[in-house]
């Protein structure tokens, strides 16, 4: 699918975009891929490690459009990464979160069209459903402009769709790196913020593996939601110091005791397959695809109504030798 392609991926330096520039080199042959971000140290770096002769640096931020257009020009596939993520950062500085998450969107979806992609995959958060913080309502609105770019595209071979999971393991700014920090210099108890809290858990790989894939799957317009599993924060601190006293701190602005991926409000729209929930456009199209078949020919069914998909009520949750397990698989790579 990807061989002699042209993929681009936004915020590309970052832990995604380094496990997924990794994945495609290891599993395809493509024409070229392109990271583009706005940090020159990063993509330095990340140069070193990716310098395949495919591979091309675009210095560049998501709020330049005249910039995404040059590094699109002749791109067939693009992954929008990019995002001010920092829940408590964003409630902070709230104007420059909705320039990159919002504004940033947009220009992607205009130098998409501009340029003549063929398909265009944002990374989404469980953060986005039923938001109360600034990032999640930001990357909400962005997901609203991806699906509905869909009606934008007229005749072209062009389509937009969304991709919605939870925490990524040992991505950097996450609550395993920051434990694992203060447990390497000493302290005597792990801080969390309520005893309650549960999220959702993703590896790396498996969130590349199911953006790759969906790429395959999809019609344009839907928002795609791995089936992962839960854990507790209590269980996650266990884990990874047994027996240490924990401190509760508090809730941090804008924080969920649990994560939502698909909201029941959207019940009537949510589709079940068998690893994946699809939750299908509220808006009608041009040409109405029917999202119960997807394009790789699985099959899904309406959920029933009232149904969301919540960390806390989640049925799979993990035990503490499961989540030592994940850790050790996301500090591994």
């Not at 940090?39 to 459009?65: C, H, S, W």
């Not at 938001?131 to 309502?137: C, E, F, M, Q, S």
């Not at 109504?305 to 989540?323: E, K, Q, T």
Request: with cysteine.
């Amino acid at each position: 699918m990807l061989n002699d392609k042209t993929i681009l991926i936004t915020g590309g330096t970052g832990s995604f975009g380094k496990q997924f520039v990794k994945t495609i080199l290891s599993r395809f042959t493509p024409k070229k891929v392109i990271v583009y971000s706005r940090d020159e140290l990063k993509q330095y770096e990340m140069a070193q490690t990716f310098n395949a002769p495919q591979m091309r640096y675009f210095i560049g931020d998501v709020r330049d459009q005249s910039r995404l257009k040059q590094a699109m020009d002749g791109v067939d596939y693009v992954i929008h990464a990019a995002a001010l993520k920092h829940v408590p950062v964003a409630e902070y500085n709230p104007m420059e979160c909705i320039k990159t998450n919002i504004y940033g969107a947009e220009n992607v979806i205009q130098a998409a069209i501009a340029c003549g992609v063929s398909r265009v995959i944002a990374l989404s958060t469980d953060k986005a459903a039923n938001p109360i913080n600034l990032y999640g309502a930001t990357k909400l609105a962005s997901d609203k402009l991806f699906v509905a770019a869909n009606n934008m595209v007229g005749n072209r071979d062009l389509r937009f769709a969304v991709v919605r999971y939870g925490n990524v393991v040992c991505s950097r700014g996450s609550v395993i790196p920051f434990f694992q920090k203060l447990l390497a210099e000493g302290v005597k108890e792990l801080p969390i913020t309520d005893a309650r809290m549960t999220r959702f858990w993703i590896t790396l790989q498996e969130g590349v593996d199911f953006v790759i894939k969906n790429f395959a799957r999809m019609h344009g317009g839907e928002i795609f939601v791995p089936k992962i599993p839960s854990a507790r924060i209590t269980d996650l601190a266990e884990a990874m110091a047994p027996g240490m006293p924990l401190k509760i701190v508090g809730i941090r602005p804008g924080e969920k005791l649990h994560e939502v991926m698909c909201p029941a409000d959207d019940a009537h729209l949510t589709l079940e397959f068998d690893d994946h929930f699809v939750i299908q456009p509220s808006i009608t199209f041009n040409v109405r695809d029917d999202y119960t078949h997807n394009q790789l020919g699985e099959v899904g069914k309406l959920v029933p109504a009232g149904f969301d998909y919540s960390s806390g009520s989640n049925p799979v949750f993990l035990d503490i030798p499961a989540i030592q397990k994940l850790v050790q698989t996301g500090l591994s790579g």
